[in-house]
């Protein structure tokens, strides 16, 4: 037997990773005309997406998701400011961002980080669920 038998790591049903706040993390200035993945060091506790640009933004879980059918759409910004999802409680090592109608968007992303690492939700299919009903 291993003498870190002990150290086990954290995975997806782990509650205390999520009662906790998540490390933070933020990327800006995205550029989302081609279907972008925005990758995530540890899944996610949540997330929040801001449409800097006027045209609506489309966020899935898959590149075949933004391309497809299976995405919800992030509004453009207007006189009243950028356009935001709310904050989203989701574990994810990824999401992806897509804006058809601009082909150079503005996007920025701020997530909350567990302490649980990507692999735990990798499937046969790929990393965050992708193949998955409703992903892509």
Same mark, same amino acid.
């Given at each position: 037997m291993a003498d870190n038998y002990w150290a086990v790591q954290?995975?997806?049903?782990?509650? #205390? +990773?999520?009662q906790v706040s998540g490390e933070?993390? =933020?990327? +800006? +200035?995205? !550029? =989302?005309g081609d279907a972008t993945k925005v990758a995530f060091s540890y899944l996610t506790?949540?997330?929040? %997406?801001t449409n800097n640009d006027g045209a609506p933004l489309? %966020?899935?879980f898959s590149e075949l998701g933004v391309s497809g059918s299976n995405y919800f759409t992030c509004p453009g910004s207007s006189s009243l400011g950028p356009g935001q999802t709310p904050v989203l409680e989701l574990k994810v090592q990824q999401i992806w961002l897509y804006s058809p109608a601009n082909p150079s968007s503005d *996007? !920025? %992303?701020v997530a909350g980080l567990? #302490?649980?690492a #990507? *692999?735990?939700c990798a499937t046969d299919d790929g990393p965050s669920w992708s193949g998955s009903a409703g992903v892509g």
């Open positions: 954290p995975g997806l049903n782990n509650v #205390g +990773s999520y933070p993390w =933020a990327l +800006s +200035s995205i !550029d =989302a506790r949540w997330i929040q %997406v489309r %966020v899935g *996007v !920025d %992303v567990t #302490g649980i #990507g *692999v735990r």
